[in-house]
């Protein structure tokens, strides 16, 4: 199943190329607002899964390209990302340590949104491709043999960056506000039957970027969560990103257009913005362009405010 939120934050589930407007399903579920009603939802979710379907069978729905997409998730308590969790097509000597940093669950936009790259003296914006997974269960010291019990289903992720500012660490870096696209929609687990073998794209504006496979990862899915749920406990809707493969990320500027597909997952896209004006530039070199030319980091800014001598 797939669900998603549309216009107004009206829940809905996918049905072909229709969206079937379900709140009137879930309409008893203890919430506020739309963020504990898709926690609230995904907690009780073998109670409403039938009502669920019963109601997409019985409706056409209308066409999902006539509605405004929203985040499934639009505010969630934990967004947990594995950090350095990939072996770079090999290319790492060794397998890194184990980490993760926290995102703003206020962070967050949906497909169709617009990244707004901030006035700040980055050296570099990026996003970065990735599966994440929400949590179905409360998790709490999981073993890697029951992680998977603990999974609700899968959503594209975008880990957005503001690299090289003056305050160090991930709070000023991954946190701002629109840094955190994910969707279109929500897939339950029973539609991905092998989540650590599935292809990741991302383009921007229509060239291939990032190209790589969740098998790379130096930790798996299951050592993610085991792991995660020994530092805090992880609640229905919580958000896990399982991390990136380096070597395709490239600059984010004013006026591109993202699209980012894991498979199975839909197509997450959105626009990008810079919030300075004349909009600030850089190579469209990705990473490992860059490695084989036997250079270092990103690419630098060439024009703009907080370019290198101007």
Same mark, same amino acid.
């Given at each position: 199943?797939k669900?998603?939120?549309?216009?107004?934050?009206?829940?809905?589930?996918?049905?072909?190329?229709?969206?079937?407007?379900?709140?009137?399903?879930?309409?008893?579920?203890?919430?506020?607002g739309?963020?504990?009603?898709?926690?609230?939802?995904?907690?009780?979710?073998?109670?409403?899964?039938?009502?669920?379907?019963?109601?997409?069978?019985?409706?056409?729905?209308?066409?999902?390209?006539?509605?405004?997409?929203r985040p499934?998730?639009?505010?969630?308590?934990?967004?947990?990302?594995?950090?350095?969790?990939?072996?770079?097509?090999?290319?790492?000597?060794?397998?890194?340590?184990?980490?993760?940093?926290?995102?703003?669950?206020?962070?967050?936009i949906?497909?169709?949104?617009?990244?707004?790259?901030?006035?700040?003296?980055?050296?570099i914006?990026e996003?970065?491709?990735?599966?994440?997974l929400?949590?179905?269960?409360?998790?709490?010291?999981?073993? @890697? !043999?029951?992680?998977?019990?603990?999974?609700? /289903?899968?959503?594209n992720?975008?880990?957005?960056s503001? &690299? *090289? +500012?003056? #305050?160090?660490?991930?709070?000023?870096?991954?946190?701002?506000?629109?840094?955190?696209?994910?969707g279109?929609y929500?897939?339950?687990?029973?539609?991905?039957?092998?989540p650590?073998?599935?292809?990741?794209?991302?383009?921007?504006?229509?060239?291939?970027?990032?190209?790589?496979?969740?098998?790379?990862?130096?930790?798996?899915?299951?050592r993610?969560?085991?792991? @995660? !749920?020994?530092?805090?406990?992880?609640?229905? /809707?919580?958000?896990?990103?399982?991390?990136?493969?380096h &070597? *395709? +990320?490239? #600059?984010f500027?004013?006026?591109?257009?993202?699209?980012?597909?894991?498979?199975?997952?839909?197509?997450?896209q959105?626009?990008?913005?810079?919030?300075v004006?004349?909009?600030?530039?850089?190579?469209?070199?990705?990473?490992?362009?860059?490695k084989?030319?036997?250079?270092?980091?990103?690419?630098?800014?060439v024009?703009?405010?907080?370019?290198?001598?101007?």
């Amino acid at each position: 199943m797939k669900l998603l939120y549309f216009n107004d934050f009206q829940l809905g589930v996918l049905k072909g190329d229709n969206v079937v407007d379900v709140s009137a399903v879930v309409r008893d579920v203890p919430h506020t607002g739309p963020g504990d009603l898709i926690s609230g939802l995904i907690a009780r979710f073998d109670a409403y899964r039938g009502r669920l379907q019963d109601a997409v069978a019985s409706a056409a729905g209308v066409p999902l390209a006539s509605v405004r997409v929203r985040p499934p998730l639009p505010k969630p308590a934990n967004i947990v990302c594995m950090a350095v969790n990939y072996m770079e097509n090999g290319t790492l000597p060794k397998k890194p340590q184990i980490n993760a940093f926290h995102k703003a669950g206020t962070s967050v936009i949906g497909s169709g949104d617009t990244m707004v790259l901030p006035d700040e003296p980055a050296t570099i914006f990026e996003g970065e491709a990735e599966l994440a997974l929400v949590i179905g269960k409360r998790a709490s010291f999981v073993s @890697a !043999s029951q992680a998977f019990d603990h999974i609700f /289903g899968y959503v594209n992720f975008i880990d957005g960056s503001a &690299r *090289g +500012l003056p #305050s160090t660490g991930f709070f000023a870096m991954k946190s701002r506000a629109t840094f955190c696209p994910i969707g279109p929609y929500l897939v339950t687990k029973d539609e991905i039957p092998d989540p650590q073998n599935l292809p990741v794209k991302l383009t921007v504006n229509g060239e291939l970027k990032q190209d790589f496979n969740t098998n790379d990862m130096a930790h798996d899915i299951a050592r993610c969560i085991e792991w @995660a !749920s020994s530092v805090h406990t992880l609640e229905p /809707g919580d958000i896990l990103a399982t991390g990136t493969n380096h &070597r *395709g +990320l490239s #600059s984010f500027m004013d006026g591109d257009q993202i699209a980012l597909e894991v498979q199975g997952l839909g197509k997450l896209q959105f626009n990008v913005r810079d919030s300075v004006q004349p909009a600030r530039k850089w190579l469209r070199e990705t990473r490992q362009n860059r490695k084989e030319k036997g250079l270092e980091g990103p690419t630098p800014q060439v024009s703009g405010k907080y370019a290198p001598n101007t």
